[in-house]
Each structure stands twice: as C-alpha cells, then as structure tokens.
C-alpha cells in the first residue's frame, strides 16, 4: 500500500524513493502489480518510474509497458470516438459537455497512456435526449432499446452507446 500512495502522489516520498522498488522480492512486486492493475494506474506508474529514470526489474517494466501501450490505444480510439459524438451533437444543434475521464484525459494527464478509460461520459440536457439519441442512431451507434432504455432513463438518467463499426477490418 505504502508503494502505491508513493506512485499515486506522482512525487519523490523521502521515506520511499522509487528506485527502492529493486529492494522488493518477487512477490512484493507481484503484489505491486496487481494493486496497481486492480486501480488501474499501471501506465501511471510506467510514467512516474520513467521520468524519474528508475530502470526496473523485468517482471515490473514489461507489464506497466504493455498496459501503458493499451491505454495510450485506447484512449486514442476514445478520443476519435468523442470527437465523432461531439461533431454530430454538434451538427444537430445539441449543447454538451464532456465529463470524467475524457475530459482529465485532454486537460490533466501527461499523455494518453497515463489514463485508463472506460467509457466516455457526455453531458447534455435532458430535453435533448431524444434527439441526441436519434442524432447518434443516424450516424451508426448502436444504444439500449425498449425496456432498458426506459429503466436507465428512469433510474440512472444516462444511457449508453457502442460505437459504429470501424470502416475498414
């Protein structure tokens, strides 16, 4: 725990410089990995290792490696994703806002491999949903129907959305 509050801080901790993670055996920097996958902050913690030039050990750097690469993917596909759903608000008269992760994403972290996104999280007046909902059918995303709709517009007051399929395989 102590290793992932040095890492979340994101700055040298006199009491736990990063370069003592070479001290850790294999199972504490097993456990390290794994807290640090379980709060998704492994391309985090690849960033902070790296700018502050602290090699380590295999069994460290290839995996926060690999989860940086898939969230720098990711969140490229995502913010393509959001720039599509914001052109076609956008071209639909529909103010919105976008929140949360995509938004930290473009404003706050470092690059897009620090940041792991789930989903993207769009704000817009309730009045506007239908619309909105028509707007993103018309250009290929693929939304709840029937009784779920209903249920998250009642409950949740949000609704989700796949995007459309990607033009070329």
Known sequence: VRDDLALLRAQPDPHFPLDTVHSLDA???????????????????????????????????????????????????????????????????IAHIPLKGIRLLETLYPDPGTRHLSDIDVLIHEADIPRADRALRAVGWRGESGGMWDRQQRYHHHHGYEPPPPLCA
């Open 27 to 93: 199972a504490a920097r097993a456990d390290l990995l794994r807290s640090l996958s379980r709060h998704a902050l492994s391309g985090w913690a690849h960033r902070i290792f790296k700018d502050a030039s602290v090699s380590l050990p295999p069994d460290l750097s290839a995996p926060l490696l690999l989860s940086h690469s898939r969230n720098t993917a990711h969140s490229i596909l995502a913010l393509r994703d959001y720039e599509h759903i914001s052109r076609t608000l956008s071209s639909a008269d």
